[in-house]
């Protein structure tokens, strides 16, 4: 099980800040028959319901958790500290959702990050000065007197290496908002279906015709290792590791490995409050985002239920989806099921074997979910305070907001932290990306304190074959506290509480399989027509009426919203065609 562990400071804390919230059902009755079932009341399935709803459909969404939100999720671990237990940044959540679905009004805050990076060094600092510290953000000067403290050459280049990222992620967004290619209506039937089917090559063409003479750039960056890309344009190691965090964040895969480039490129591509590439806090965490997603569903008519377990996906005599039975024997009917589990949980655990192809579940059990992560969540009763950039008074400066990066000096760093995890092992100098939302949203913490979340790479599912132990899971919180104690002195005294959530904790909690943030690699042949699978990219399954709507469809995890938006709207074009 994971470890949450406080400590003598924090048991004495917990004793006067009280104990720990739950988020409950609403009062309405679950009701026998609905239109639409969508198991998960994670962001994507939240999405799905509150569409098919404005479509017609009475839909019900069905949360096996205590809490909505899936991965997007606030809990308050230790009393007083909420944290984002799971996914804590907000980036791409689509803008025609965020506008269709009126989140402001329903109650989503962000609190918006600039600078939004920060890399801190382990040297010695001349003359006395502070070690060195690479920080970056939306200001084009700053960044270029940043990067001029380790290569001028650099600084004059980033300008134009933004201006090419930009490009070619803003040519990405009309693949994002649409379902993938027909590839079979194209193909075959009637002309009536082919031209019908057609219109699905819309975006790829608008994608194309943005690109213009940039496609061969576009095809390098999907399928290069980033550090060939980099390796062109800069010649400094903190920013072309720093860059490069960017491109294996959440995915067991190396600078150096053909691929890495891609997701670099899924990382740029976010927008928020009309801002392009911004990255921010939700207020109250990141359970704010599904809560405002879940109070528009409701306000259109969506029954929302927590606590409601799916045991099986009810497949009627003629092989078409029914319905489901929960954990507790009710049995719940409708038209149509969505399913915001993986594609391993919805197949694998879910649905009945005899109604699938052996060649399908085969299929399906390969679908790679391999996962570097263990997420740690820390509540500390003082700011860190890095030997880089000291700040008197506990008084939180600008790099505090960032996404910091340690152990990220060097690229050789990262690559010796991925190469012990594939043999096994968790690194010994792990890549820790750490966030400390509290420097912005003063609701996760009590006065003086702060919640930091310690996103670390690189971890194995299993430790050399074995399963991880509660003295593997505090080991590898130890190492990790080690080397932040390295960057910011104190640190570890600080600590009232830790939650550690190696890979297999993030499935058991969150229904990750693998522990995977995205719901499956997000890797060539795992992505656009292949997500999750050739035969599963259009949102269908082999199961009439039972549909994918998560995070392991296109266009794969992160981009918050869309896999929902896509598999509603599927679902709505083949009831009105029945």
Not at 352 to 358: C, F, I, N, R, V
Request: aromatic share 8%; proline share 7%; net charge neutral.
């Amino acid at each position: 099980m994971a470890a949450a562990v406080w400590t003598d400071r924090g048991r004495r804390a917990a004793a006067v800040l009280g104990t720990v919230t739950r988020s409950t059902s609403s009062h309405t009755a679950l009701k026998p028959q609905y239109d639409a079932l969508v198991i998960g009341g994670g962001h994507n399935g939240l999405v799905a319901a509150a569409y098919l709803q404005k479509g017609g459909l009475k839909t019900a969404v069905l949360e096996r958790r205590h809490v909505l939100g899936g991965a997007a999720v606030t809990e308050e671990i230790f009393p007083g500290f909420r944290f984002s237990r799971c996914s804590y940044l907000l980036s791409l959540l689509r803008p025609h959702i965020y506008a269709d679905l009126e989140l402001k009004k329903h109650g989503l805050k962000v609190y918006m990050r600039d600078p939004h990076a920060y890399t801190p060094m382990l040297e010695e600092g001349v003359g006395g000065a502070p070690p060195r510290s690479l920080t970056l953000g939306a200001d084009l000067a700053m960044n270029q007197m940043e990067i001029g403290k380790f290569s001028q050459k650099d600084a004059q280049a980033f300008s134009e290496f933004i201006a090419y990222l930009d490009k070619l992620a803003g040519a990405i967004h009309p693949l994002l908002d649409a379902p993938p290619i027909d590839i079979p209506g194209v193909t075959a039937g009637s002309l009536r279906k082919r031209l019908a089917a057609a219109k699905t090559l819309r975006p790829i063409i608008k994608c194309g015709l943005k690109l213009g003479r940039n496609i061969p750039d576009f095809y390098e960056i999907v399928t290069a290792p980033i550090m060939k890309i980099l390796n062109r344009w800069f010649e400094s190691e903190p920013l072309r590791a720093t860059l490069a965090t960017d491109a294996v964040i959440g995915a067991m895969t190396s600078p150096s490995n053909p691929g890495s480039g891609y997701v670099l490129l899924h990382h740029v591509m976010g927008e928020l409050e009309k801002e392009k590439g911004a990255w921010g806090y939700v207020e109250g965490g990141m359970g704010g985002v599904s809560q405002a997603i879940a109070s528009s569903a409701r306000s259109r008519g969506v029954d929302i239920f927590t606590e409601k377990d799916v045991e099986q996906v009810l497949v009627d005599s003629d092989g078409a989806a029914k319905g489901v039975v929960l954990k507790d024997g009710t049995e719940i009917h409708s038209k149509v099921v969505l399913s915001n589990a993986t594609p391993y949980v919805t197949f694998k655990n879910l649905t009945p074997q005899a109604a699938l192809s052996p060649e399908f579940l085969k299929a399906v059990d390969q679908i790679d979910y391999t996962s570097p992560v263990t997420k740690i969540n820390v509540a500390v009763d003082k700011l860190p305070n890095f030997l880089a950039s000291p700040t008197p008074d506990d008084k939180p400066g600008p790099h505090h907001q960032c996404s910091i990066h340690l152990n990220c000096e060097s690229v050789e760093v990262l690559e010796t932290a991925y190469k012990e995890a594939m043999n096994g092992r968790p690194s010994a100098r792990p890549m820790l990306e750490m966030t400390i939302p509290s420097t912005l949203d003063p609701t996760l913490a009590p006065p003086g304190c702060h919640v930091v979340s310690l996103f670390t790479q690189f971890t194995p599912y299993h430790i050399e074959g074995r399963e991880w132990t509660n003295q593997d899971r505090e080991a590898f919180a130890d190492t990790a506290f080690d080397w932040v104690e390295q960057y910011a002195p104190g640190f570890k005294k600080s600590v009232v509480g830790r939650d550690i959530l190696a890979p297999p904790d993030l499935e058991r909690i969150f229904g990750l399989t693998g522990g995977n943030i995205f719901h499956g690699s997000m890797s060539l042949d795992q992505l656009y027509l292949a997500r999750p699978l050739p035969s599963l990219s259009d949102y269908r399954s082999p199961i009439k009426g039972l549909y994918l709507c998560g995070s392991g469809c296109h266009p794969g995890g992160g981009v918050m919203g869309s896999p929902g938006w896509n598999a509603a709207l599927t679902v709505m074009a083949d009831l009105k065609r029945r």
